[in-house]
């Protein structure tokens, strides 16, 4: 949440009372958020290839098959979570993604616009132990 969604949610709530006539005015309809957007954040650098090459070797079997998932889906950790097996299709390789865990662990839709994302052909291999990089739309 960042504070110009708070403010924004606060001075639609403060003008909803005004409208009521509840309050004469409202307060928060003047206050404006100085710093500029994305002021202060810090610039996500992905791991090289040898860096995730180096993790995968010290990981177990599970959690590189799952770091490889993650990184060849792009999924955020939040969607990754609310994965369910009665979303993945192993037939035709497909795996829908229309659901993430917040951070109270409920269930909710994606964050993204386009809601529900369909990825394809995300396993390959005997025992489905390699994973190509897939197609989502």
Do not use: Q
């Not at 006539?21 to 040898?50: F, H, L």
């Not at 180096?54 to 994965?83: P, Q």
């Not at 269930?107 to 394809?120: F, I, M, P, V, Y």
Request: charged share 25%; proline share 3%.
């Amino acid at each position: 949440v960042t504070t110009r969604r708070i403010l924004g949610s606060l001075s639609r709530a403060l003008s909803f009372a005004v409208g009521k006539d509840w309050m004469a005015a409202n307060p928060a309809a003047a206050v404006r958020v100085t710093g500029k957007r994305g002021e202060n954040a810090r610039k996500v650098v992905p791991p090289t290839k040898a860096m995730l090459a180096a993790v995968l070797m010290a990981a177990d079997a599970a959690f590189a098959l799952k770091l490889k998932f993650a990184a060849a889906t792009g999924l955020r950790a939040s969607e990754l979570h609310a994965l369910r097996w009665s979303k993945i299709d192993f037939t035709i390789r497909e795996v829908t993604v229309d659901s993430r865990v917040d951070v109270y662990g409920n269930l909710d839709t994606t964050k993204s616009e386009a809601g529900t994302d369909l990825c394809r052909s995300f396993l390959t291999g005997r025992n489905y132990g390699s994973i190509r990089p897939l197609v989502c739309k």
